[in-house]
């Protein structure tokens, strides 16, 4: 069984190390600088509303998940900045409990809805634990 447990600044080096090993696989194929990678976790972890939570199987984190809440006129929601799962535990559902109990942990707090974009190589696995594509639209501009 996974369950969630918050970061906080010493999980940094942890997580950074993680990202890139995990980011190195396909089908990403990213060579992460482990300084550059522990910036993002920083940045992650910076900020009244930010979350991070590393995902534990007995003690030992094989994951991590950062987002933010985001709050909006009608409601708050949790944007997902970064999930990401170790190789070793990867396809055999650490993800999908660690989605399900941030939902949990997040209803707790009224918040009403988890968004995120990710690459259409992942669809499958979000559309599996319950996310429909929304009528908002990714955009992007080279500058």
């Known amino acids: 069984m996974i369950f969630l447990q918050k970061c906080s600044k010493t999980d940094i080096p942890a997580a950074a190390q993680m990202m890139c090993t995990v980011y190195a696989e396909p089908p990403w194929s990213e060579k992460w600088q482990l300084d550059r990678a522990e910036k993002r976790i920083t940045a992650f972890l910076s900020g009244d509303y930010r979350r991070g939570y590393a995902l ?53 707090e009224g918040i009403s809805r988890i968004e995120l974009h990710t690459i259409s190589e992942d669809i499958s696995f979000y559309e599996k634990n319950g996310f429909v594509k929304s009528s908002y639209r990714y955009l992007e501009k080279k500058i």
């Open 56 to 108: 534990i199987l007995e003690r030992d984190p094989i994951g991590y998940l950062f987002g933010r809440i985001d709050l909006t006129a009608k409601s708050d929601i949790f944007y997902v900045d970064e999930i990401f799962v170790h190789p070793r535990y990867q396809r055999k559902g650490s993800g999908s409990m660690a989605m399900v109990q941030l939902a949990q942990e997040l209803k707790k």
